[in-house]
Structures are given as C-alpha cells and as structure tokens.
C-alpha cells in the first residue's frame, strides 16, 4: 500500500497567516490527490482534487500544488473557519490511503 | 440537494454482524461510484471500501477484507456495507461518500476519484 506522510502533524497560526502543510507519497502517484477538511463531530469536506483543482464553492484562499511524490496545501490567509484538520488522500492505486493529518490550532 | 444519510451503527460484541445503509438522494445514484471510509475515536481518517455503480468493481482496505462486503440496490439508492466478524479496532465512525470521477487524457488515460459529498456518520462500537 501506498504511504501518505503528512506535516506537520500540526501548527499554531494566526488569523490572516500563510500556512502550508505538505504530504509526501511513498511512490509516484502522479496528480492523483486530494485534499480534505474536517472539523471536530463533522464529516469530511473536500477542497482540493488532482492536487491543484479546487472544489466549486471552496474559496479561493485554498490552493493545492504538486505531483509525483510531494505536495502542497496552502491557505493563503488563514480565517477563524479554516481552523480544522486537514488530511492528503491518494487515489492512484488501491487501497486508497489517507495521510495521518495536521492540526490547524489558533 | 444532494444528501447522503448513514444508519445502522450501534453496539454490537467482538464476533457480531452488522449492516450499515447510506441513503442518496438528489443525484442520479446509479451513475456514481460510492466508497465508505471510517474514523476510530481520536485517529485518523480510513478508507475502507469502493463501488462502482454498476457493481463491477469493488475494492477493500486490507484490514477488512473477507469479513465487510460492500453492495448497493440502484433502484433504492442506498448503499451497504455488511460487517461481519467484527473486532475492537473496527470501533468507529463510519461514513458514506459519493465519488466524483474525472478523465485525464495524460499519460495514456486514467481517472481521478474525488470524495465530493459525505454523509453525516453513523458510529460502530464493538464491545463486550
């Protein structure tokens, strides 16, 4: 199985700060990622797909990049929201494997 | 508006068989594929199983094949997933979600999987 390493497992930021968290594939898995939120008793919710496609109604703040091993989510300026979990999936090869999260923390 | 609604999570004892249902509606349920990933207390998220909506290809996590099987009925909408032999470590919230799938035509063809709607979980307790 394809591994999916995340970090930082988690960060202390600021409203308005930049943020980027990053996941690193154990093998090549091309742009076949996406990015999930999650907030504490709520489901997922997707915002990021093929690594650098962003999910209709997900603001613009979000943004995601890269492709093979290692990529990038950013939030550009951090909003009282976006404090959640956020976690890297790859859908290149079954099973498909989540990344372990980060923490977003005031 | 599209909705998914999970049901059938409980209590159930180390051995014992349990059959959660995801509702759809406000989507043609039929032509997507449907996965179901799970959360143990306090963990990270699991990909458990994946559908397509013709049935014809279905997938398993390592740590529950031979004891879940995943099935849907089109004509009600609703998905399954039928747990049987159930452990403590399968404790956890279990959520269904539809799949989005999208072509490239890099690299000789192939698709991405997005998880773009979920359900709201339904949690599993395996216990004695």
């Known amino acids: 199985a394809i591994q999916m390493t995340q970090s930082p497992s988690s960060l202390s930021a600021s409203i308005g700060d930049r943020v980027t968290i990053t996941c690193r594939a154990s093998?090549?898995?091309?742009?076949?990622l996406g990015w999930y939120q999650q907030k504490p008793g709520k489901a997922p919710k997707l915002l990021i797909y093929?690594?650098?496609s962003l999910q209709s109604g997900v603001p613009s703040r979000f943004s995601g990049s890269g492709s093979g091993t290692d990529f990038t989510l950013t939030v550009s300026s951090l909003q009282p929201e976006d404090f959640a979990t956020y976690y890297c999936?790859?859908?290149?090869?079954?099973?498909?494997?989540f990344g372990q999260g980060t923490k977003v923390e005031i | 508006e599209v909705q998914l609604l999970e049901s059938g999570g409980g209590l159930v004892q180390p051995g014992g068989s349990l059959r959660l249902s995801c509702a759809a509606s406000?989507?043609?349920?039929?032509?997507?594929?449907m996965t179901w990933v799970r959360q143990s207390p306090g963990k990270e998220l699991e990909w458990v199983s994946i559908?397509?909506?013709?049935?014809?290809?279905?997938f398993y996590a390592d740590s529950v094949k031979g004891r879940f099987t995943i099935s849907r009925d089109n004509p009600k909408s609703t998905l399954y997933l039928q747990m049987n032999s159930l452990r403590a470590e399968d404790t956890a919230v279990y959520y269904c979600?539809?799949?989005?799938?999208?072509?490239?035509?890099?690299?000789?063809?192939?698709?991405?999987?997005?998880?773009?709607?979920w359900g709201r979980g339904t949690m599993v307790t395996v216990s004695s």
């Open positions: 093929a690594a650098s």
């Open positions: 093998q090549d898995i091309r742009n076949e």
């Open positions: 979600a539809k799949v989005a799938t999208y072509h490239y035509s890099e690299s000789g063809g192939y698709y991405i999987d997005a998880f773009d709607v």
């Open positions: 406000g989507f043609s349920f039929v032509s997507h594929t």
């Open positions: 999936l790859q859908d290149y090869s079954f099973p498909y494997t």
């Open positions: 559908i397509t909506g013709s049935s014809g290809t279905i």
